[in-house]
Nanobody, 127 residues
């Protein structure tokens, strides 16, 4: 089993920045993808970003690609999400996700195509 634990959420003003971290433990894998999703109150969980194990492939939602950056440090089994120029509409619970399969990156935008999930970390952007 793989455990994913997010950290780094909090309250920030519009235009501010946060960096989320996701630490993996247990039976970690050296293939597939890691990613981030978010879910605002009353809304469905939505894709934010994904990164391949070797970091050669990244994908972003249109709403975040110019402001967020996903990265990973495999030596630490940790994936990061640097969030800049935050807006109130970025307010949500952010979830880390992992999946060892070789499913192509485009399919990663669907939450059903991920195996492991963290418990989430709250990000609140005040106006």
């Amino acid at each position: 089993q793989v455990q994913l634990v997010e950290s780094g959420g909090g309250l920030v003003q519009t235009g501010g920045s946060l960096r989320l971290s996701c630490a993996a433990s247990g039976r970690t894998f050296s293939s597939g993808f890691m990613g981030w999703f978010r879910q605002a109150p009353g809304k469905e969980r939505e894709f934010v970003a994904a990164i391949s194990w070797g970091s050669s492939i990244t994908d972003y939602a249109d709403s975040t690609k110019d402001r967020f950056a996903i990265s990973r440090d495999n030596s630490k089994n940790t994936v990061y999400l640097q969030m800049n120029s935050l807006k109130p509409e970025d307010t949500a619970v952010y979830y880390c996700a992992g999946d060892p399969s070789r499913l192509w990156v485009g399919a990663r935008r669907t939450s059903n195509n991920w195996t492991y999930w963290g418990q989430g970390t709250q990000v609140t952007v005040s106006s």
